[in-house]
């Protein structure tokens, strides 16, 4: 957490809520440092998530507090996500891909019931190639979701939307569902 002096009650509360989120097995989330420029108070988790298909992703939240407010915000908090994935080069030429990635944000949002205003964002396809003696695959595809919104109501459902956000750009079922395995052979 940023600040110099006792953290304000709504940041606290707001704080609290998100370490108590219990993510899934295939999920691990851990406390970082957050960006100290934003607001006066902010508090900051990151995630690492692996799929079925060893699609790896990694993402950040941030919750972001400004007792004054801030016109852009619509409020006095802010809360701040961006994910990261390796994709195969088949997903990664879908030229719906973007908007399929924002979908799985505000379908997360909605399902979570998270009350908000003020999302806004952004979704990246990029593809790299590497050259000479450069290490690593000859080729990369990363898909880059960069969302931030003013959370209006309690903040655990934000923090179970990002979980989901997680799990579906890694390929992982909704909770509880099983996926089948193609057997070999078959």
Known sequence: MTGTSTAPELFTQAVQALKSLRPRPELQLAEVRPPQRLA???FAL?????G??????????????????QQAW???????????????????????????GWSWLTDALEASGA????????????SSARFG?????ERTDDLELRASWTPTGELHPHGEAFLDLMASVVGLP???VALFEQRKGE
């Open 74 to 100: 619509d409020g006095v908090l802010r809360v701040v996500a961006y994910v990261r994935a390796e994709l195969d080069a088949e997903l990664a030429d879908d030229p719906l891909l973007p908007s399929v």
């Open 40 to 42: 006066p108070w902010a």
């Open 133 to 137: 003696d450069i290490a690593g695959p």
């Open 115 to 126: 009350e908000f205003t003020a999302l806004g964002g952004t979704v990246t396809d990029t």
């Open 52 to 69: 079925p298909a060893e699609v790896q992703a990694t993402g950040r939240l941030i919750l972001l507090h400004d007792p004054e407010g």
């Open 46 to 50: 990151t995630a690492e998530a692996t």
């Open 174 to 176: 909704p909770v509880g």
